[in-house]
């Protein structure tokens, strides 16, 4: 019913790069006519320009009363980029901000805190309908802000809803970076296998697969990823051997993802200051 509102009032998308053009591409999926988005960025994609033919307004001046304004530039963008769209503060226009690190209280300062803005952090698999977004509201954003805000997000994926904005630094280290760390983890092991003499074709493919097919299966079984993971490991075999390696206390995957996630988490406090 939500998503009606925007077919209404229309929705502005401020800042069209790599995030905000997946949640773009899972509005319009879910059927949000092109002509209902407005986007403001400098540099438009070839994307956007042929939306632009379909009746998306592109760099033109914003509706007057959107249902809801996205802010998706990037944390050190936001203070030069936020005057294009402070106007609508005055009406009766939502805010969502997806921005790694900046508060609540910072869009208040900007916005006022008569504005309803809600602060999320989604990710990117939202590109392929399989984000994992967290949302918090501040003291104006109330049950219909938020649930409007919601719906939009539920059209790339997940959603959760946290009360604490302080955790946001945690959940931003642990689902906004993370797909960059699963990435990451299937180059490191195509570059194993190709140690071993794979082909580099081949240790990607198969790389790849397994860790999509391990994320499926973490997802759809019944039975935790501890248990999944004993499910592999025969007595003496060969998953024993690298899990004797990767679940080492003082040098495994659980110590560097800890110092990485908390690398992560006190960047998003530094870009909140
Ligand atoms: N990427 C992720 O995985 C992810 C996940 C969660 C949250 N986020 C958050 O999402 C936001 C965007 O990240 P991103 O990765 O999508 O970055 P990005 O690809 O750089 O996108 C930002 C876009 O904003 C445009 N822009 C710059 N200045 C602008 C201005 N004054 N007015 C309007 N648009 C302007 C940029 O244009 P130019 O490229 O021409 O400068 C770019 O197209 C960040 O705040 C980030 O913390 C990102």
Redesign the pocket.
Known sequence: MSLERIDRQGLVL???????SAMLEGWLARGVAPSSISV????PSDRLESLAQQGLRLNEAPPKDPAICIL????Q?MT??LP?ISDLAQGGTIFLS???GSTLAYFERVLGDKAAIVRA????PAAVGRGITAIVGNGAAGAEALDLAEELLQAVGQTVRIEDEAQMDAVTAVS?SG?AYVFHMIEAMAAAGEAQGLDPELAMTLARATVAGAGVLAEQADETPERLRVNVTSKGGTTAAALAVLMDDQTGLAQLMRRAVNAAADRSRELGE
Not at 40 to 43: G, K, M
């Open positions: 401020l800042g069209c790069g790599k995030m905000g403001i960025d400098p540099y998706a530039v990037k944390p963008m030069d980029a294009q997806i921005a790694a952090m989604p990710n990117t906004g797909p």
